[in-house]
């Protein structure tokens, strides 16, 4: 390929081209699967997401095999290029993997590098992260209600604290003008609804069936769909219960009752970030 000039940007095929280097806008779903059966079995994957947006590149929950994941649908991305890891609980489907990538970011701890994101009680005696990598990051931030993070041209903001067995909190982030929320494990409650407000919202869909005390169930989405009106919402984090339905199925219903775009999504997809926002 020729050489372009010094800051010179081009379009090419919807994704920016930067000194021959490519800026994607982007959410890669490193895993749509979560709770017990599905780990043990990796009936689906259980990686988490990746966002790439304006050059960086974080990392959310990263649960059971989250690394082979990333190896597989990114072959050409270094793993070592993450720059921020947000862990929104310890439970395992969540955090399984973390440790390895505080590793892998780190390169064993000979590089100080990265910044790292979870709740108070994701570290020390019954936390999951290995206190000893700590000290390779470049930061560790104790995730609060209402607690704001800079990183690039991303704006990060934790609104509330969910209902869920242990601490635990989505986010909601800016980039450029646009909003992306993610809400993780909760019971439904209804502040959630002005808490994650976005053009793009994800959430977390575990089960069919009434609200228990942990997990939102499929009317308390259509709910927040219509509560908040996004552009679109994603659907993730699958149990045994919602695979056997076909989460398709799942989502189509909630886009009837709604009238929102709703996907569900799928392991190892790559959403553009215009694509998202081209829906609504
Ligand atoms: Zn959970």
Redesign the pocket.
Known sequence: MKKLPKNTKMVCNGKKVNNGRRDVDEIVFLGTG?ARYVIAKQLRATGGMLFRFGGKNVLVDPGPESLYRILTYLPKFNPEKIDVIIL??K?I??SGDINVYLDVITKGGNNKHGILLAPSDAFGEDGVIHRYLLQFLDETIIIKENLDFRQGDLQFHFPIRHE???E?YGFRFLYREHTISYI??TKYFPELIPAYRADIVIM?LIKLGASDI??LSIDDCAEIIAGIKPKVAIITHFGMTMIRTGPWNVARQLKERTGVVVLAAEDGKHYALDKLLSYG
């Open positions: 979560g929104s609980h439970h489907d969540h869920h067995r242990v635990t993780t494990d977390n942990d997990h």
